[in-house]
């Protein structure tokens, strides 16, 4: 049962536009939640995090939203750049005593930056 | 680079064989994560280690096994190897008090 799910597994945008990714979660005790981005060949990249007392996050160009009653979170990305053509993973942890456990990833979407 | 290395970065090998694969966090990290990424599964946490104790377990096989070492390297053991556990490992480490894990660049296994 996936408990991070990204439903878009790819997303077409132009370059300069506002790129939108989303995630859903399950697990209620998730309280921290953090976006990767990842080229072939290369390691996931941290991007962004939020923590669940928060519902919005920002840095530069990236901005990070948590619903938690709808137990959504989106990542924007404006404006959209072609170094940004990616694959994203949105992830999610639930701390127990503070500090960072194992993360549940969502299966990723694959972010197209148009010319 | 996020300053976490993983050797080697290619391994091939046959059914039944045992490999170990290998992580420096960065400078100052305590903790170690270890990742698989298969195609039809994702990117699955399987274990975590703390200052050279072994902390959380995720979705790892009894066939598999980890330790950190006292130099805070660590290295995941894979035994019995099946077709089934070609993937892509991936070694994070963090701050303990901080959330944000980083990332190595994996090291691909193929079994034959």
């Known amino acids: 049962d996936q408990q991070v799910k990204q439903n878009s597994p790819s997303l077409s945008v132009q370059e300069g536009r506002i790129s939108i990714l989303n995630c859903d979660y399950t697990n209620s005790m998730f309280d921290y939640f953090l976006w990767y981005k990842k080229y072939p060949a290369e390691g996931p990249t941290f991007l962004i995090s939020?923590?669940?007392?928060?519902d919005k996050n920002e840095d530069g160009r990236f901005t990070v939203f948590l619903n938690k009653s709808a137990k959504h979170l989106s990542l924007h990305i404006v404006p959209s750049q072609p170094g940004d053509s990616a694959v994203y993973f949105c992830a999610a942890s639930a701390r127990e005593g503070g500090g960072a456990d194992g993360l549940t990833f969502g299966k990723g979407t694959h972010l197209i930056i148009q010319p | 680079d996020s300053g976490v290395t993983q050797t080697p970065k290619h391994l091939i090998t046959a059914t039944g064989q045992r490999v170990t694969l290998r992580c420096s966090p960065r400078s100052g990290d305590l903790s170690v994560y270890w990742y698989q990424q298969s195609l039809d599964q994702g990117l699955q946490f399987l274990i975590q280690?703390?200052?050279?104790?072994?902390?959380a377990k995720g979705n790892i096989l009894e066939r598999f096994s980890a330790q950190q070492f006292p130099d805070l390297h660590s290295e995941l053991n894979l035994s019995s190897l099946e077709l089934g556990d070609s993937a892509l490992y991936f070694c994070?480490?963090?701050?303990?008090?901080?959330?944000?894990?980083?990332f190595g660049p994996g090291t691909r296994l193929t079994v034959l």
């Open positions: 939020i923590s669940s007392i928060k």
């Open positions: 280690y703390y200052n050279g104790e072994e902390r």
């Open positions: 994070a480490s963090s701050d303990y008090a901080l959330n944000e894990q980083f």
